[in-house]
């Protein structure tokens, strides 16, 4: 991400006459590269033409075909490709003309021709433990996990990403009662105008383009699959919490409780 927008800033300075087009999965990964930019203005000692490098994210933006920055714009990057809806990006290949594009992207692009690709190797962080349970102790398991972590670090440098917007929403109001937080939901839309980092962070995978935060909890239902763009946003350490559901459970037979939980480090 930095290194595209250094290249964005390169640009502009070495041609004034360029307008730069950034796309982010994400409305929060851009204004964190917007903000990047701000500060590389104020303590790089240089400025830029006004609107010479836009932003763009598909979730909330108009269709980009209708946009004014993209028809204006003389190089197209964009930072994490492979997060964003793959018609997306085949317009952006058919619409390229004589621009720029470039595809920050962790997949083998399926043709390198007339493209420019920088291919991302995450680097996954060392995992500290992964915790094994049943989805009924799920809770209890992430509650402890989080006890522990909030004794050692601060609350803004943890973040927990759950496999789907169902669960954290069903498991914010636990989290903020049991620990006493005002957690930090990044969902689609999620703005620093109107919210700030300064707390306890829950998300998805989708919605953590941008981030790198100290310690990570990744909630996973299957161990075996591929988590290296999720567990890349811990610089520091990261805790896999899987998670079974018992046949009973999916049958309906039982009702769910609340015993202590039963960990198996690894």
């Not at 006493?180 to 919605?207: E, K, V």
């Amino acid at each position: 991400s930095t290194l595209l927008l250094c290249k964005a800033v390169k640009t502009v300075l070495g041609d004034p006459r360029s307008n730069v087009l950034i796309i982010t999965p994400t409305l929060l990964a851009g204004e964190l590269l917007r903000n990047k930019l701000i500060a590389l203005m104020e303590y790089g000692a240089f400025t830029l033409p006004p609107d010479s490098i836009s932003f763009y994210t598909p979730q909330l933006s108009e269709p980009l075909e209708d946009s004014a920055m993209f028809h204006k714009a003389s190089i197209i990057l964009c930072d994490d490709a492979y997060r964003l809806e793959s018609s997306l990006v085949e317009f952006l290949k058919q619409r390229r003309g004589k621009r720029w594009l470039v595809l920050a992207t962790a997949l083998e692009p399926d043709s390198h021709e007339n493209l420019f690709f920088l291919s991302d190797t995450y680097r996954q962080a060392k995992s500290s433990a992964t915790l094994r349970c049943d989805a009924e102790n799920l809770l209890s398991v992430l509650l402890e996990e989080l006890r522990v972590r909030l004794g050692t670090a601060s609350k803004h440098d943890i973040m927990v990403i759950f496999p789907d917007p169902q669960m954290l929403l069903e498991f914010k109001p636990s989290i903020d009662e049991s620990l006493d937080l005002d957690s930090r939901a990044l969902i689609p839309g999620f703005s620093l105008q109107y919210q700030n980092l300064d707390d306890l962070l829950l998300a998805t995978g989708d919605n953590v383009s941008g981030l790198r935060i100290p310690h990570l909890i990744v909630i996973v239902p299957d161990p075996s699959g591929d988590y290296a763009f999720e567990l890349s946003r811990a610089s520091e350490t990261a805790t896999i919490i899987t998670y079974t559901v018992s046949q009973n459970a999916l049958q309906g037979d039982i009702e769910p409780s609340e015993p202590i939980p039963h960990l198996q480090e690894s």
